[in-house]
């Protein structure tokens, strides 16, 4: 609860939430908000500037940006949060057993972590979904495999500083089974890190999504994304430079807000950050 | 030093494993026959034949995984069944341009990220520090895509001052070549530029209040040559070392500055082969980039062990 406080008391983090819950209830609310239909096309509307009827103007094929920008909000929000959750539940027991177990367990999985970031993010996300073919689901697939180390990584680190605490010792002494001791006693004190780490790596997953639909890899057209909104208005900047204006606000207002999130959560968990 | 640089490279051969391993595991994930979807649309009964035996895909995964490692070690990465060519040709021929490219955005995350933390630590909590540190949640925040659309926008489009695409090489003569690279390099320095000003900026606040610094200013020192000469060269030792291990993000990030730009370098490669479902330029490609980050991971270690004389114990 003091936690929550001094989150809610740094106004980048209060922005950030609200930011964050404002997309929320856009994407929730996407089928009675957005004025148009999505993906109805109007020859009569190509590539209008915005207008009353089209705030923020027509694409290429007619369609209203704002439905699209609205309804887009659903699939980059979904990309960052279900990626996240995937990278957590494989990260956090691995990380457990690694730092747990220790000996070979730990060298074996050490390694293999070291050869996934070995590879750069965004392109072993292309490679797995090259792979995997193209398709939001996959998309979230690659992205959360991509960002599993980082978490192995972490929650290993923070269980090698937890372990020879007294409190696990005393665990241990009384006759704890391990698998006790790690979800009991470990777990709970390695939290907020996580936590940390984790609303972080939404915004990077946001980017992420946003880049492999950019570059066809992920939302598959006609449906809205704004990652895949921003490929087709990159043809058309001359004529049409409010396609590539709207859906780069609503990917950087995202990703910063959840940016502003996490920086706040971390001043607000990691006493050592308290100014 | 000698036991160190032992420990650090033999702890590489199992890490090197596991990248081919994961690499050529990859092909696991296709669905369907391999040799099949590789045949491509017409699905010629004599190209699927072909490619079955000359991919061995009727031996188990350890074989042709054996067979595959072979040519990876004598520089052998496939060949590229699109192009024709050899995967290792096509990454050589690419490599300049986006190496380029790199380097440039690199000077410019330098200048721009050393000198924002520089000024953001020295002014700490003015205003001066407050927009420096908005710069950074800005460069962390704007996908570099985006900003790319937004510079032509800007600077081709309305102002008509830069090419909005396309690659001059710096043989076909240096002016057009920089021309054309200055966005991109700069797209592609910009989110590099936050992480190294964050850095920069928490490495000289800590300087700052060293002693050395203090008894630097009591010797009665100006402020900018204890802020130039004493405190700035010993913060930006991590920052440089970062700099080196932000390589690969560079890389990622090429593929897409590359694609707003239409330059013909390696991420360019790597995004026709994907849909050119050329699976080996593909693997080729993130073996290349993976074994690259390794050599800077370790070149940048030893640096930092070098510099460092409290390591050399």
């Known amino acids: 609860m003091e936690a929550l406080r001094i989150l809610l008391r740094r106004k980048g983090a209060l922005f950030g939430l609200l930011v964050i819950g404002l997309f929320v209830l856009v994407a929730l609310l996407a089928p009675w908000i957005a004025p148009h239909d999505p993906l109805a096309t109007s020859w009569s509307a190509v590539r209008k500037a915005p207008s009353a009827a089209y705030l923020l103007g027509t694409d290429e094929i007619g369609r209203d940006v704002l439905s699209r920008i609205i309804w887009g909000a659903r699939a980059s929000l979904l990309a960052g949060v279900v990626s996240v959750s995937l990278s957590l539940l494989l990260g956090l027991p691995i990380g457990l057993l690694a730092g747990y177990l220790g000996g070979w367990v730990d060298a074996l999985i050490s390694r293999m972590v070291d050869a996934m970031l070995a590879c750069p993010f965004l392109i072993l996300a292309i490679a797995l979904a090259a792979f995997l073919g193209p398709s939001l689901t996959n998309a979230m697939i690659a992205i959360g495999i991509s960002a599993t180390p980082i978490f192995v990584r972490l929650t290993r680190g923070q269980v090698l500083a937890v372990k020879v605490e007294d409190y696990v010792e005393a665990a241990r002494a009384v006759g704890n089974s391990r698998l006790r001791i790690a979800l009991r006693h470990v777990l709970p004190n390695i939290v907020a890190p996580l936590i940390v780490q984790a609303t972080l790596a939404i915004a990077a997953a946001v980017i992420a999504e946003a880049s492999l639909s950019f570059l066809g890899l992920g939302q598959q057209p006609p449906a809205p994304s704004w990652g895949s909104m921003l490929n087709t208005a990159k043809n058309y900047v001359d004529q049409a430079p409010w396609m590539a204006i709207w859906p780069g606000v609503s990917i950087f207002l995202l990703v910063l807000s959840f940016n502003l999130v996490g920086d706040g959560l971390r001043d607000a968990l990691d006493p050592r950050h308290r100014h | ?313």
């Open chain 2, 1 to 313: 030093m000698g036991r160190y640089l032992v420990r650090r490279v033999g702890l590489l051969v199992p890490t090197l494993f596991f990248v081919t391993l994961l690499i050529f595991g990859l092909q696991q994930l296709l669905p369907g026959d391999p040799a099949v979807i590789l045949a491509g649309e017409d699905r010629d009964p004599n190209v699927v034949a072909y490619l079955r035996t000359k991919l061995h895909l009727d031996e188990p995964f350890a074989v042709r995984y054996a067979y595959w490692l072979r040519g990876v070690a004598k520089g052998d990465l496939g060949e590229s069944l699109r192009i024709q060519k050899p995967v290792t040709e096509l990454i050589l021929e690419k490599l300049p341009v986006t190496l380029e490219l790199a380097v440039l955005a690199m000077l410019v995350a330098l200048a721009i990220g050393v000198s924002a933390g520089v000024l953001s630590a020295v002014f700490k909590d003015s205003p001066i520090d407050y927009a420096a540190r908005v710069f950074a949640l800005w460069g962390l925040s704007t996908p570099n895509f985006w900003l790319g659309i937004l510079l032509i926008l800007l600077f081709s489009v309305q102002l008509g001052w830069l090419p909005a695409s396309g690659y001059v090489s710096p043989a076909e003569g240096l002016k057009g070549n920089l021309a054309a690279m200055v966005m991109p390099a700069f797209v592609l320095g910009n989110a590099l530029a936050a992480v190294l000003m964050r850095h920069t900026r928490s490495a000289m606040i800590e300087a700052l209040s060293a002693d050395y610094v203090r008894t630097a200013r009591s010797k009665g020192l100006k402020q900018a040559v204890v802020v130039l000469r004493h405190a700035l060269p010993n913060a930006l030792m991590p920052v440089i070392t970062l700099g080196a291990l932000e390589f690969g993000a560079l890389l990622s990030g090429a593929v897409l500055t590359e694609q707003v730009f239409s330059i013909p370098g390696f991420g360019k490669l790597i995004v026709d082969a994907v849909f050119n479902r050329d699976y080996a330029v593909v693997q080729g490609v993130v073996l290349f980039t993976a074994s690259a980050y390794m050599l800077l991971n370790l070149l940048a270690d030893v640096a930092y062990f070098l510099v460092n004389p409290r390591l050399r114990t």
